[in-house]
């Protein structure tokens, strides 16, 4: 493996801490969901012994969503950085790795059932492999620089 190839691999956060960012991520995306489709769902009775019974239900929501996105992120990035690490190579073969496993095993392991697994693993894969495939991407290095203020002086404040 040459320099280039090398330097293009070599990131500046390590693979757990991409892990974690990812599991985070994942929490704070499912704990969004969470509320929104707590929101949806019909509000339970009143009950004698239970206060606030929407607050409780929308907050166990929140956490059971929360929980299973961060699994899901904290799998899929965790396996696509070994599949990267052995493979040396950075391609859309480790996201759908990556996806495959998190799908098969955190989702199939929630739907207790072997065709949930291959399904949700399937669906992962190929939904990570066509995003890197198609160049998708949420930033795009322009070369251009941009600042939180101007660099160039007024006419006017010459005056």
Avoid at 18 to 31: H, I, L, R, S, V
Avoid at 64 to 72: D, E, P, R, V, Y
Avoid at 111 to 135: P, R
Wanted: aromatic letters at 8%.
């Amino acid at each position: 493996m040459d320099t280039t190839d090398r330097r293009y691999l070599e990131e500046e956060d390590s693979s757990l801490t991409k892990t974690m960012k990812g599991a985070a991520t994942g929490f704070a995306a499912g704990t969004i969901w969470g509320t929104v489709v707590a929101t949806w769902l019909d509000v339970p009775r009143v009950e004698r012994n239970v206060a606030l019974p929407g607050l409780i239900r929308t907050l166990k929501m929140m956490g059971n969503h929360g929980l299973t996105f961060a699994a899901i992120g904290g799998v899929y990035i965790g396996v696509e950085q070994l599949t990267q690490h052995y493979r040396m190579k950075r391609d859309f073969v480790n996201g759908a790795v990556g996806g495959f496993v998190a799908g098969a095993a955190i989702l199939g392991f929630k739907g207790k059932s072997i065709s949930t697994a291959l399904s949700a693993g399937a669906a992962l894969a190929a939904t990570s492999a066509a995003i890197d495939v198609g160049g998708q991407t949420t930033r795009v290095d322009t070369g251009k620089e941009y600042y939180p203020y101007t660099t160039k002086k007024r006419a006017d404040a010459a005056n």
